[in-house]
């Protein structure tokens, strides 16, 4: 049971990553809005943060807090893969270290 519970926190932090993939969404490139509430992207955002948030209270149940809010540091992970592969954005050698780091903090205090 504790495999499918931290399943869920990488899912939640995944979802999370794409919430903040729509916000970018409203001021990237030609989708930009003078009123971010017009845009599709705004609901999405809102959706996936939401989404993200009740996968949250529902782990914070079955997981201690010093475990699950360190691991929401994946979404870091996650928003820089989906913003080289959806925006183009690169990853230069610091975020690549970074990202490594926040990997290892995770699955030290996991294993903790």
Known sequence: MIALRCFLLIIMT?????????????????????NPM???????GIGYYAISAVINIYLLRF???TFVLPATSLSYIWIQLISKFRLG????????????????????????
Request: no cysteine; hydrophobic share 55%.
């Open 14 to 34: 995944i979802v999370a990553a794409f919430g903040g993939y729509h916000f970018k969404m409203i001021t990237h490139g030609g989708a930009q809005h003078k």
């Open 89 to 112: 954005e690169a990853i230069r050698i610091n975020k690549m270290i970074a990202m490594v780091i926040i990997s290892l903090g995770v699955l030290l205090i996991g294993i903790g």
């Open 63 to 65: 997981l201690p807090l």
């Open 38 to 44: 017009k845009s599709v992207h705004f609901y999405y």
